[in-house]
């Protein structure tokens, strides 16, 4: 006789509480990190003539397009524009969403840097609110790992700075890429600290067409100039080993943990290897249920490079599969301004290795996690396209903050296939189908 077994009245949270505190936890992200975060935006420049909207409204409505994680324009639009979500937005915020397009005609026309700088001056105030202090390298640096990404590929030109590269096939296209700055952890936290688009300059030979290379030393000075007593460890890849970046790093006063491919440095490598035999070595096993890895540290001090002596630092790992047996082996080597012992060797290796998390947690999250970093966001003006950019730098740090609270984390841990993006999905439903029951304190009153 088969028994029917009855579900029990679950005990878990509904999908309505679960959208509740996703956005009770975005206001309260917003209030104890960026208490003025609304009011900044009124202080933006504004070339409106006509003002339905408050600066504020505006520009937050552009945060919230990614902040809600919209798709595009028209998701944001169709959400933003149900009379409940309103209704239940404003009890929340205390702020009308206006339409993308009024958003769209504010952000062709404001200076970029406006936002960047604004970017800059709330991630000062996390590192005041010393959120990123207990992961610091070696207890004192924070690392800011240096990689660029794609932000649009057009097959016209899109604007004049637009770069281009042409195919094999005689096909050109146009693209924009970015240089990023970001202060990564362990615990995979990726916050954006400075940006630095790479663009062409219009009129200028195509042969020289601005490179991450040239970026980097436009980066660096920005980041010197807001950031000017911030103890930083640089972390960037194979690209990065060359002395003008060296230059500017010991000008500025930074350490760097830079990955070197087997055909940089030539002879900087080539030292190393004929010393190897004489290196400090140290063995590490780690294993988990699934997997046994042995990491294998070694390191060299005062390696000269073009009259200048750095450390050079390599970790070789095998991870074991326990149930297949299969092995994967992979060497990473590094070379570092930063005296290297028996002490710090495992630190400073692992925190080269930090540098992936730009790709990863940084942007790889904002390309596929309901960002859409690709998406063309601005078809027309680059304005346009660098300051939703901006905004989408400043929505992934809040929802980071978000998804990092406590009682984000136990939702997580209720169920194995909860996912963020499910979470934030319910957020949305709430906020168009319930009557909010919210007693509200606003974070920013217009007016
Ligand atoms: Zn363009």
Redesign the pocket.
């Known amino acids: 006789m088969h028994q029917f077994l009855l579900r029990e009245p679950s005990k878990k949270t509904t999908a309505a509480e679960k959208g509740k505190i996703i956005l009770s936890r975005i206001r309260k992200v917003i209030q104890t990190h960026f208490p003025e975060l609304f009011k900044s935006f009124n202080n933006l420049t504004d070339r409106r003539k006509r003002e339905e909207y408050s600066m504020t409204e505006i520009i937050a409505g552009a945060l919230f397009m990614f902040i809600l994680k919209e798709t595009s324009r028209n998701a944001y639009n169709n959400d933003s524009g149900d009379e409940q979500f309103q209704k239940n937005f404003f009890k929340y915020f205390g702020i009308r969403l206006p339409h993308a397009d009024t958003i769209d005609d504010v952000l062709r026309v404001l200076h970029p840097e406006e936002l960047e700088v604004l970017k800059m001056h709330l991630v000062r105030g996390l590192i005041e609110q010393k959120i990123f202090r207990k992961f610091r390298f070696l207890g004192k640096f924070y690392t800011i790992a240096v990689d660029a990404t794609g932000m649009a590929t ?1 097959e016209q ?3 004049e ?2 770069l281009s590269k042409t195919s094999k096939n005689g096909v050109v296209t ?1 693209f ?1 890429y970015v240089l990023e700055a970001k202060l990564v952890t362990l615990t995979g936290l990726s916050i954006s600290l400075a940006s630095e688009f790479i663009e062409n300059t219009p009129g200028r030979d195509f042969k020289k067409q601005d490179c991450e290379q040239k970026a980097f030393v436009r980066l660096a000075t920005k980041i010197k100039k807001h950031f000017p007593r911030l103890p930083i460890c640089i972390l960037a890849d194979g690209l990065y080993p060359n002395n003008t970046v060296f230059n500017i790093c010991e000008k500025n006063n930074w350490k760097f943990i830079i990955t070197l491919k087997d055909k940089s440095l030539k002879t900087f490598q080539t030292e190393a290897n004929l010393l190897k035999a004489t290196a400090w070595k140290k063995n590490v096993y780690r294993a988990d249920t699934t997997t046994g890895t042995t990491l294998e540290y070694a390191y060299l001090n005062d390696i000269e490079y073009m009259g200048r002596c750095f450390s050079w630092v390599e970790c070789n790992e095998t991870v074991v599969n326990i149930k297949s047996k299969t092995k994967v082996p992979q060497r990473f080597v590094y070379i570092t301004n930063i005296p290297v012992d028996q002490q710090n060797i495992i630190e400073t290796a692992d925190s080269g290795r930090l540098r992936w998390k730009i790709e990863n947690e940084g942007f790889n999250a904002q390309k596929n996690w309901g960002y859409e970093l690709e998406h063309k966001f601005s078809r027309v003006s ?1 304005f346009a ?1 660098q300051n939703y950019y901006q905004m989408l730098q400043i929505a992934h740090i809040i929802n980071q903050l978000v998804e990092r609270s406590n009682a984000v984390v136990e939702i997580m841990k209720e169920h194995s296939k909860q996912t963020i993006v499910d979470l934030w999905k319910k957020m949305i439903a709430y906020l168009t189908i319930y009557q909010c029951d919210e007693s509200i304190t606003m974070p920013y009153q217009p007016g």
């Open positions: 057009f030109r899109h604007c700075q637009c146009y924009h680059y396209l």
